[in-house]
């Protein structure tokens, strides 16, 4: 067991390592837009499916709540949360629409879709992301290998790993940067 556990926490590391260092320049680009969108009195939409949900919640939280500074909230929304709404459109129209009628109803020019699926394919992801395009909105894509989700997202961090675990835990990673490094764009006198 602590050879499996050695391995899990090798192959963790080597998958984060290699996309983060593979994206830097994108890093900062996506982070700096983030800290435009906000300061620009725009919000940063989030969505996905099971962990990626999961992971949108955590991230919007972050950034309304704080991260590691004392700072005023941050504009954050999670589309995974509104039960009401999630069930209501999966009901009367598809489970693919849950994510692009939202965006159509509060996505606004120049706020952030930041969407998050494992495959880069799921269907509601993909819809979401084509619903902010068409409404002006900046897209961001989290995925893993590619999928759909590179080919119409405006900025795209891919993780090489066909294990949704690593893939999963790299995105975690890359949204706690994203929040940091807002942080030190929005508010540089506290570090």
Do not use: W
Request: net charge neutral; glycine share 6%.
């Amino acid at each position: 067991m602590k050879n499996v556990i050695l391995d899990i926490l090798k192959d963790s590391i080597s998958v984060k390592d290699i996309s983060i260092k593979n994206n830097l320049d994108k890093i900062i680009d996506a982070s700096q837009r983030i800290a435009k969108c906000i300061t620009s009195n725009h919000k940063v939409l989030l969505f996905g499916n099971g962990g990626s949900a999961a992971d949108s919640q955590h991230l919007a939280a972050e950034f309304v709540n704080r991260f590691k500074i004392e700072r005023p909230p941050l504009a954050a929304i999670a589309l995974t949360t509104d039960t009401s709404i999630l069930t209501s459109i999966g009901n009367d129209y598809s489970f693919d629409d849950v994510f692009s009628k939202q965006i159509l109803a509060i996505g606004n020019k120049d706020d952030i879709a930041i969407g998050i699926s494992t495959s880069g394919n799921s269907k509601n992801v993909v819809k979401a992301i084509y619903a902010a395009k068409e409404k002006g909105l900046y897209t961001i894509g989290f995925t893993g290998k590619g999928g759909e989700i590179a080919k119409c997202a405006d900025i795209v961090f891919t993780v090489d790993s066909t294990v949704t675990a690593r893939i999963q835990e790299t995105h975690i990673t890359l949204g706690h940067i994203f929040c940091d490094l807002v942080d030190r764009i929005l508010f540089p006198s506290s570090f």
